[in-house]
């Protein structure tokens, strides 16, 4: 069974930065993906980014991309998610997922992943 458990969200004011944390269990070393997804009261869930384990190759959602990083340490079973030079409009709760055998058909899609965790609030204030 696939546990994700995300940590790291908060407050922060315009411009400011966050490091959002996903602990995992239960995914093969090599034939995951692990997605990072958000959404804002009122509205859809949508894509952030999403890391791929056998080449490490990545996905960002236009908005974020320059902004935003995500990293996966599989040794320590932990995929990452660095936001920087924050805006109000990525005030969201923030959720981890997971994709237990890969396939970039739709990487930033929510239908494309088995398991989620509980997510964590992200509020940027001016």
């Known amino acids: 069974e696939v546990h994700l458990e995300e940590s790291g969200g908060g407050s922060v004011q315009v411009g400011g930065s966050l490091k959002l944390s996903c602990a995992y269990s239960?995914?093969?070393?090599?034939?995951?993906?692990i997605g990072w997804f958000r959404q804002a009261p009122g509205k859809e869930r949508e894509g952030v980014a999403c890391?791929?384990?056998?080449?490490?190759?990545?996905w960002y959602q236009d908005a974020v991309k320059g902004r935003f990083t995500i990293s996966n340490d599989r040794a320590n079973f932990v995929a990452h998610l660095e936001m920087k030079n924050l805006t109000p409009e990525d005030t969201a709760t923030y959720y981890c997922?997971?994709?237990?055998?890969?396939?970039?058909?739709?990487?930033?899609?929510?239908?494309?992943?088995?398991?989620w965790g509980q997510g964590t609030q992200v509020t940027v204030s001016s």
């Open positions: 890391i791929e384990s056998r080449r490490d190759e990545t």
């Open positions: 997922a997971a994709d237990k055998l890969f396939i970039a058909t739709a990487p930033l899609s929510p239908s494309s992943y088995d398991a």
């Open positions: 239960g995914l093969s070393f090599k034939d995951h993906a």
